[in-house]
């Protein structure tokens, strides 16, 4: 049973992480958006699973939460900014994607190397999947900083944040409810915020290649 | 009744192989056609191809050395051998010590190798390009053939492809570990890229600009191109029945008794139709890529395969 379930949530972290490397792969924002929002489907399919095994109430309205706020809403959010602000093309990021995917593989050994005195320690079924968690992490901050539109690094943000719930959830299964909550909000309003500054470049640059904010406007 | 040895039933599966090879590819075909709202060549129009191949007189180009003549027979006499060193009705295989996964992959390369003189030797400018694409290919899918499957072997404790296979009926849990799901995703987009298909290859069109496999064998005529083709035919089904018997290995012999045979053969054959079908609907999906993003794609599943073998090797 503990092995099954462990493999599971293996399986659902290594979905997850997918995703987050789908970002580094295609260069549509459309595709970005999808995988953002396949990402977080299977993410509370994992909170779902976990909260299933546990019993935990809370996991289950986590896993919820999830899947209404950021595999639904944001998803239509997120398409809508980008039929605002145009261009259906990445801009040729830093770094070439064939580079970049390579990149995002050793990053993942990265983090089994991080990770490798916690799961010596740790003692539970789902241990096995937080390297990978730690390596979305990894991938959705170099997704931040390799690429040059400013939609990609909000959806590279998410991800980011994506990460960190699993990690959360695949550490300690879950944390207490409020903290988790918070950080719901957090990400929420990060969101809105990033919303209007985008808005901003957009208006001052008529772009949101993030390389133009290096130099000055008149 | 006496039961059929170890040699016979690979020498067996071997001219199975051979003679399925052109059925399961002109069955793509016809998925495809009927797919697309064609009507499609009949399933067994490979065959007619090959008869008539064989039949007519070879032309050879004045420019053309002796390698041009010996490719055709490294390209066939390779793959052939192949078929003797892969599961593909029952294992363990009397011809296991002789090779393993590292020859198999070598022994791949080996008539890709070859094919690409044969495309050079002419010195015609499609053979030469061609060449030239096959080999960019061949650079970056033969490491994540071999990659994928030792996320297999790790897990087996051996490179040979029998006992990997005999491993996994032994512990089927391990069927849909990560590490299996991402092999299998690994090797599927390198069967797509060896084997010449969408989106990599399009091996329904003569057209210059796209052309890899077709521009290589561009000067070849008579039997030398029936050589070639078959080959070609036995490797998309030697793929399939890596991936249909190393990631779902339920079926495949492991006693030589008749009746455990004829489940083998068909499991097999439905394992391959299964295949046909994802790959006839994969390739009416999917357009071609540009030249310059297919090192992209084969970074995707090298990456898969590396990550495969991660999630094995370091967490067990």
């Known amino acids: 049973m503990d092995s099954a379930f462990g493999q599971l949530t293996v399986l659902g972290s290594s979905l997850v992480l997918l995703c987050g490397l789908t970002l580094l792969w295609r260069r549509g924002s459309a595709a970005h958006i999808g995988a953002f929002a ?18 935990s109430r809370e996991l289950w309205v986590v896993a919820v939460i999830l899947l209404g706020l950021k595999g639904i809403l944001m998803p239509i959010l997120l398409k809508r900014m980008d039929r605002r602000f145009g261009g259906p093309r990445e801009l040729e990021p830093y770094v070439n994607t064939a580079t970049s995917l390579v990149i995002g593989g050793l990053l993942v050994v990265l983090a089994y190397i991080v990770t490798w005195p916690i799961l010596d320690v740790s003692r539970l079924p789902t241990r096995a999947g937080m390297p990978l968690a730690m390596g979305l992490i990894f991938v959705s ?78 | 009744m006496p039961l059929p040895t170890g040699y016979t039933v690979a020498i067996a599966q071997t001219a199975l192989a051979l003679l399925l090879a052109p059925g399961l590819v002109g069955l793509i075909r016809w998925l495809k056609a009927r797919l697309q709202n064609r009507r499609g060549a009949p399933v067994w129009q490979p065959y007619l191809e090959l008869r008539k191949l064989f039949a007519k007189e070879v032309v050879v180009s004045s420019n053309a050395s002796w390698l041009f003549r010996v490719a055709p027979f490294v390209v066939f006499a390779s793959t052939v051998a192949v078929a003797f060193l892969i599961p593909v009705l029952a294992v363990p295989s009397p011809f296991d010590p002789v090779g393993d996964l590292l020859v198999v992959v070598y022994l791949l390369l080996l008539g ?46 051996s490179t040979n492809l029998g006992q990997i296979v005999a491993r996994t009926m032994a512990d089927p849990a391990a069927a849909v570990s990560p590490g299996y799901l991402l092999a299998f995703g690994a090797l599927f987009v390198v069967t797509l890229a060896e084997n010449g298909r969408l989106p990599v290859d399009n091996p329904a069109t003569h057209l210059e600009l796209t052309m890899i496999h077709e521009a290589m064998i561009l000067e070849y005529s008579g039997r030398y191109l029936a050589l070639i083709e078959w080959a070609a035919w036995l490797k998309v089904l030697l793929f399939f029945s890596l991936l249909g018997n ?61 990550l495969a073998i991660t999630v094995s090797f370091l967490v067990r």
Do not use: H
Request: glycine share 8%; hydrophobic share 60%; net charge neutral.
């Open chain 2, 246 to 306: 190393l990631f779902v290995p339920w079926g495949v012999a492991t006693v030589l008794t008749p009746s455990a045979l004829g489940w083998a053969l068909a499991t097999l054959l439905a394992k391959l139709v299964v295949l046909a079908v994802v790959l006839a609907v994969f390739e009416t999906r999917v357009a071609k890529l540009r030249l310059f993003r297919v090192p992209e794609l084969l970074a995707v599943s090298f990456v898969l395969a590396v």
């Open chain 1, 38 to 55: 396949a990402q977080s489907v299977a993410l509370a399919a994992t909170a779902g699973l976990i909260a299933v095994v546990t019993g």
């Open chain 2, 112 to 157: 890709t190798f070859f094919l690409a003189l044969a495309g050079l030797d002419p010195g015609s400018a499609f053979g030469g390009m061609g060449s030239s694409r096959e080999m960019t290919v061949a650079a970056l899918s033969e490491p994540t053939v071999a990659l994928a499957i030792f996320a297999l072997a790790l897990g087996a404790g």
């Open chain 1, 141 to 218: 901050l170099f997704v931040i900083i390799s690429r040059k539109k400013a939609l990609t690094q909000v959806i590279g943000f998410l991800a980011l944040e994506n990460g960190i719930a699993l990690l959360a959830m695949l550490g300690t299964y879950g944390i207490p409810f409020i903290v988790e909550v918070g950080v719901f909000l957090d990400a929420l309003m990060g969101f809105l915020v990033m919303q209007i500054v985008i808005y901003r470049i957009q208006e001052t640059f008529e772009s949101i290649d993030v390389e133009q904010l290096n130099r000055l406007s008149q």
